[in-house]
Nanobody
Framework: QLQLVESGGGLVQPGGSLRLSCVAS????????IGWFRQAPGKEREGVSC????????RYVDSVKGRFTISRANAKNTVYLQMNSLKPEDTAVYYC????????????????????WGQGTQVTVSS
């Protein structure tokens, strides 16, 4: 059973940085990407970034391009989301989930494989 655990959220001032981690375990195949999603209260869940199974493809929603960087440490089954120049509108609960292996994108999100999510980690950007 695939399990995902997020960590690294917290409270940061505008312009600050955080690094989120997503650790995967329990999988029998490596043929999936890892996507980062966020959901603010009362708003639709949004796909933020995704990295392919091989690590060779990365995708970002326009609003975070140039500020966020996704990376994979395959030996440790860990995906990071480095978030720089944070803005108040980045405030949300951030989740990671298994995606189609090449991060297929449609309608503001990434194509999920199954329903494998972490517990979420809160990111709050406020002065």
């Amino acid at each position: 059973q695939l399990q995902l655990v997020e960590s690294g959220g917290g409270l940061v001032q505008p312009g600050g940085s955080l690094r989120l981690s997503c650790v995967a375990s329990g999988f029998t195949s490596d043929n999936f990407g890892i996507g980062w999603f966020r959901q603010a209260p009362g708003k639709e869940r949004e796909g933020v970034s995704c990295i392919s199974a091989s690590g060779g493809i990365t995708r970002y929603v326009d609003s975070v391009k140039g500020r966020f960087t996704i990376s994979r440490a395959n030996a440790k089954n860990t995906v990071y989301l480095q978030m720089n120049s944070l803005k108040p509108e980045d405030t949300a609960v951030y989740y990671c989930a298994a995606t189609e292996e090449e991060c297929t994108y449609a309608s503001g999100t990434y194509f999920l494989l199954g329903d494998y999510w972490g517990q979420g980690t809160q990111v709050t950007v406020s002065s």
